[in-house]
């Protein structure tokens, strides 16, 4: 692995199932992010996790979870998909502890089309 | 609130100039980050300002002015595979990023 990876790349899912999204970093980055991205928004930040262990929330976190068990790992959890989450999700990692230089650096990108 | 503003898209010419502006308000400020996005891709680092002033990396530079809540991207002697969204991102007080919708560059021969 190198750099940040997520599963799966898209997947088209029913209004009502429950979904994961995976992230896994292999830079040993201690902060990890996940944003979705919409045609005419900017990214928004839907949880982050500054440290492994700890987690909160971002601009948009409702109907998300999320876990950090250890550093590597970073998923996301869609309880009850709608179809207000279709989007492109993308996990993101960074050195972090608040340094001002911190720089996120990007996974490829799950799209989500929840009908 | 906060916001960041950017044009929603540009067009320019292959090997000329063209500089992408970006204006915010935020509560704090903690840096300043250029990223490209390619179409289907994933966002790719492209810059960070802290300091007043330009930061320069190849065909790319970085303008900043904190006291006018402004910067702009500076992309010199244009490629086609320059062609893609450019995103502005500020950190604000509490080091969270918070992104701009991006200016879509489209690149003519």
């Known amino acids: 692995i190198a750099g940040i990876t997520q599963a799966p790349t898209s997947q088209i899912l029913a209004a009502g199932r429950r979904m994961t999204l ?6 040993r980055h201690n902060a990890m992010y996940w944003y979705r991205q919409d045609l005419g928004l900017g990214l928004r930040l839907i949880h982050y996790s500054n440290t492994a262990g700890t987690t909160g929330k971002g601009e948009v976190p409702d109907g998300y979870s999320v876990s950090r068990a250890n550093t590597d790992d970073f998923p996301l959890t869609l309880a009850s998909a709608v179809p207000s989450q279709t989007s492109v999700y993308f996990c993101a990692s960074s050195e972090g502890q608040g340094a001002s230089t911190d720089t996120q650096y990007f996974g490829p990108g799950t799209r989500l089309t929840v009908l | 609130g906060q916001n960041i503003d950017q044009p929603t898209e540009m067009t320019a010419t292959e090997g000329a100039i063209v500089q992408i502006n ?19 891709e994933a966002p790719t680092f492209l810059s960070y300002n802290v300091l007043d002033g330009l930061e320069e990396k190849g065909r790319f530079s970085s303008f900043l002015s904190r006291s006018k809540g402004y910067s702009y991207l500076l992309l010199k002697e244009l490629q086609m595979k320059d062609s ?10 509490n080091y969270q990023l918070i992104w701009g ?7 003519k021969p």
């Open chain 2, 84 to 93: 893609a969204s450019y995103l502005c991102a500020v950190m604000d007080s």
């Open chain 1, 22 to 27: 995976r992230c896994t970093q292999d830079m």
């Open chain 2, 101 to 107: 919708a991006g200016t879509k560059l489209i690149i």
């Open chain 2, 22 to 40: 970006c204006t915010y308000q935020t509560s704090g400020f903690n840096g300043l980050f250029w990223y490209q996005q390619h179409a289907g």
